[in-house]
């Protein structure tokens, strides 16, 4: 934990930063009543987990708008959704069904997918042809199976890497490491397996909605399941509250929200696959 007027000190570093918090803090979508005309003000009303990850999200903006400068439109927008809806996701699973802190949640959702940028940048039209492209129109292909054939590595043990370079505490490499790794050959602690649980639901969700094809519901239903007892049905108002806090952040973060048409796709998926298990 770290105190108030210790991260006010820290953000205070960076005008930037400091003005786009207190920009962001008033803004409609994170405000509750009140706006705040300073940056103790709006430490103070999100509370510190809150402020870092938001402070860290739009960090993360500038890295990855640089970093997808070549990417064709249709990757960019993939990404984006992908990111934004897998950090609004894990956020959600851990407020209602799971017993680890949702601002940490969300911050993990932000940062674990950052191995792709790494990956494309590295291998480059490789990368998007043999894996991005493939996992997307082939919904039986598993993500790190496909990029393992492609790079030898997976996009979470290079996330890791990348966050234990710039300094990330264990706390949060752990989980980023973890979330793609088999649960038997780890001994991790309670708190990182509940963390682990909300990016695996997360990001299932996230490709779900990618592509809300049978094998990709099936999946975030098993999930639901084994970690939480619950059906996808149960779930529902969970997921929708992640929708709804992924289209809001996309102002601030400036990712594509999900269309009308996707929402439409998502929603009658669902109810097929339950109409099937009657």
């Given at each position: 934990e770290i105190s108030i007027p210790q991260l006010v000190?820290?953000?205070?570093t960076d005008s930037r930063l400091?003005?786009?918090?207190?920009?962001?803090?008033?803004?409609?979508?994170?405000?509750?009543t009140s706006k705040q005309k300073?940056?103790?003000?709006?430490?103070?009303?999100?509370?510190p987990r809150q402020a870092i990850a938001i402070c860290l999200s739009l960090g993360l903006r500038t890295v990855r708008s640089k970093l997808m400068k070549p990417w064709a439109e249709d990757f960019r927008h993939w990404y984006l959704k992908?990111?934004?809806?897998?950090?609004?996701?894990?956020?959600?699973?851990?407020?209602?069904?799971?017993s680890v802190p949702p601002e940490t949640a969300y911050l993990l959702g932000i940062l674990q997918d950052i191995g792709i940028l790494v990956l494309a940048e590295h291998y480059g039209e490789v990368y998007f042809e043999r894996v991005i492209k493939r996992?997307?129109?082939?919904?039986?292909?598993?993500?790190t199976a496909s990029e393992n054939m492609v790079t030898n590595t997976d996009h979470g043990m290079v996330s890791a890497a990348v966050l234990q370079s710039w300094g990330f505490p264990f706390s949060i490499v752990q989980p980023v490491y973890a979330h793609h790794q088999d649960d038997a050959e780890l001994n991790l602690p309670i708190m990182t397996q509940g963390l682990v649980r909300c990016m695996r639901v997360a990001e299932a969700f996230a490709e779900m909605c990618d592509q809300p094809v049978p094998q990709r519901i099936l999946k975030v239903n098993q999930l639901l399941s084994d970690y939480y007892q619950k059906g996808r049905m149960e779930a529902q108002d969970v997921f929708l509250t992640a929708i709804d806090k992924s289209n809001q952040m996309s102002e601030i973060l400036r990712t594509p929200p999900l269309s009308a048409e996707e929402l439409e796709a998502i929603a009658t998926q669902f109810q097929e696959g339950d109409e099937q298990q009657v």
């Open positions: 000190k820290e953000i205070e400091t003005s786009e918090l207190i920009k962001v803090g008033n803004s409609s979508q994170v405000a509750s300073d940056l103790k003000g709006i430490v103070t009303l999100l509370g992908r990111t934004s809806l897998m950090a609004a996701t894990a956020e959600s699973i851990a407020r209602y069904y799971d996992v997307r129109s082939i919904p039986t292909l598993q993500f």
